[in-house]
Structures are given as structure tokens and as C-alpha cells.
């Protein structure tokens, strides 16, 4: 961890959101999400406190950006000029560079018992990035359900793609080998070495077909085509015993990953709504272009049940 970024870290404020169904716990440092308790089990997993923040390399509960997921070859053409970006992840470019949004000292805007509103300024040419983003994420506790809304807007244009990172274990300990995930997508992107081939495959007759729920004993970082982008619908459900999870999103992906990685291996499985990897070179998926004049808008819904 560079020591400026370590230096921001010492400063993060922690909040807790609390009602009679959940207890929620965040840090303005990568936005991040650190808790999540039904009945006293956190069903996330991940850091608790600055020092175990400081040691995480997998993003656990952080909103990516300024693009989450992959940028084969840490370069993309927009306007007609290329511009140069970290190859943070082997050749390619992940989740904002080497010191994304999960890493950013985050301004806090609001906060009430249930609610915690943050700012963030990404100024032009940050991880290579043009045009100056502002970033605005709020986190809402509404009974049994956490709403997450992200908003941004730039001076010039650029590329946008933000996501939630956290990993569920609705078990609250182990490993989620026993956990059932349905995923509401008939379609998904074929992947070589982690960057999407710019195929749209059916899922019918594969390992990707979770549409009746599967239990999640296999390797997975793939990205889901969602059924309904663009309005707020179910994407995913994960399932354990008699506790449901559902996430509900307006983003045209959702990114399966179960966290083969983590410091424990299938500690969690991550659920990221977001647009699709690869975003700038492939026309035929949803672009991830950000234009002035323009608020950029994100909701991501998870219940517990």
C-alpha cells in the first residue's frame, strides 16, 4: 500500500445504520461496505478494521471504479484518442487501476441512523481516466433491505462502470459450497483468460445456466446478460438453509465471482452489478460512454429473507 494511501486510511470514519431487522456497519474508505447482520451473523465476509483494510487486495465491499471489472490491455479509444491506463492485472486494467475508488478517502455528505451519503472528486487524468468525475454513492437501511444508489456526472467525456464488491455468506462462516445461486439471466459473455471474447451466448445446455439455481461447488467469474437493464428487477437469489438473499439491480450485468482468490478461498461469493467487462472494445455491448450533461445513475437492492 503506497504510504499516502496508507495515510488516508488512518483518517476513515466508520457508521453503523441500524433498525430492528438489520444491523449495517461502512467505512467512508473505498465506500465500503463492512457488515451486514441479521440476527447477530454478518453475512458478509472480508476486513473489520484499518489494519485488516490495509492488507485487502480483493476489493471486499468497495465500490469499483472509476471502471469496475477488466480493460483488456489497459488502453481504450474514445473521441478518437487512446488513452493509457494501469495494467493493474496482468496485461489488463481492473477496477480503476492501482488506486481505484476502493482506495479513496471518500467525503462524507450525510448521515442520519439509517442512512450514509458519500462524495468523491476524481479529477482529470486520475489512472489515466480524461474528464473530471464526481461521484455521489447512498447507502439507505429500509427494513429488511439496503439500498444502494450511485449517481456521477463529468466535465468531459469519459468511460464509467460502478459496482458494489461485497462477498455473501449467508452462513456467516466457511465456505458458501452449500449455497444455491439462481442468476435471472438467459444469456452470458464467454470469457478467454478473464476478458470476454465479445460473444453473447445462451446459457441453455452449459455450467452457466443458473436460471433454476444451482449449487455454487464450481470455479466462477463470469458476467451474466440481466433479463430487465435499465429499470430496478431481481437479478440474482442466494440461498442458504432458510435464509434468502436477493439482489435486485438496474444494471445491464451482473459479475458471479465466488471468491476462489480470497485469503480463505470460497469464503464468499460476489455479486457485482455492473455493465459488461471489456466495455470500450466490444460495440455490440452496452457502452460504458459518460457524457457532460448526463447523470450517470446506478441502484443496487439487496433483502434479506
Known amino acids: 500500500m503506497l504510504p499516502e494511501v496508507r495515510a488516508e486510511l488512518e483518517r476513515a ?38 489494519s485488516s483494510l490495509a492488507e485487502d487486495t480483493c476489493y471486499c465491499g468497495a465500490i469499483c471504479g472509476r471502471v469496475a471489472n477488466r480493460i483488456a490491455g ?19 486494467h481492473l477496477h ?38 464526481q461521484v455521489q454513492v447512498s447507502y439507505e437501511l429500509k427494513s429488511a433491505r439496503l439500498e444502494l444508489v450511485m449517481e456521477a456526472q463529468t466535465d468531459a467525456p469519459t468511460l464509467l462502470n460502478l459496482t458494489n464488491h461485497a462477498y455473501w455468506n449467508l452462513e456467516g462462516q466457511g465456505t458458501i459450497d452449500a449455497h444455491i445461486l439462481h442468476v435471472n439471466a438467459d444469456r452470458y459473455t464467454p470469457m478467454v483468460d478473464n476478458i470476454p471474447t465479445g460473444e453473447i451466448c445462451p446459457v441453455a445446455g452449459t455450467r452457466f445456466d443458473l436460471r433454476e439455481g ?35 439491480t438496474d444494471a445491464p450485468g451482473l459479475q458471479v465471482y465466488t471468491g476462489d482468490y480470497l485469503p480463505h478461498p470460497r469464503a464468499g461469493v460476489a455479486l457485482e452489478a455492473q455493465s459488461f467487462p471489456d466495455s470500450p472494445h466490444h460495440a ?18 439487496w433483502e434479506i429473507a
Open 13 to 50: 470514519s466508520f457508521f453503523t445504520l441500524e433498525n430492528e431487522q438489520l444491523r449495517v456497519r461502512l467505512t467512508n474508505w473505498g465506500a465500503r461496505l463492512l457488515e451486514f447482520s441479521l440476527g447477530g451473523v454478518n453475512l458478509l465476509c472480508g476486513p473489520r478494521d484499518i
Open 74 to 92: 489497459g488502453s481504450f479509444l474514445l473521441g478518437g484518442k487512446r488513452y493509457a491506463l494501469a495494467t493493474n492485472n496482468g496485461p489488463n
Open 96 to 133: 480503476g487501476g492501482e488506486c481505484g475508488f476502493d482506495s479513496r478517502l471518500w467525503e462524507i455528505r450525510e448521515q442520519t441512523p439509517t442512512l450514509v451519503r458519500l462524495v468523491l472528486l476524481s479529477p482529470a487524468g486520475e489512472e489515466g481516466y480524461p474528464g473530471t468525475a
Open 214 to 248: 444451482q449449487l455454487l461447488t464450481g470455479e466462477y467469474d463470469d458476467n451474466y446478460v440481466l433479463a430487465s437493464p435499465g429499470s430496478l428487477h431481481e437479478a440474482a437469489r442466494l440461498t442458504y438453509g432458510d435464509r434468502v438473499l436477493t439482489v435486485s
Open 284 to 301: 455490440n455491448f452496452p457502452s460504458i460512454e459518460f457524457q457532460p450533461g448526463v447523470l450517470w445513475h446506478r441502484t443496487i437492492v
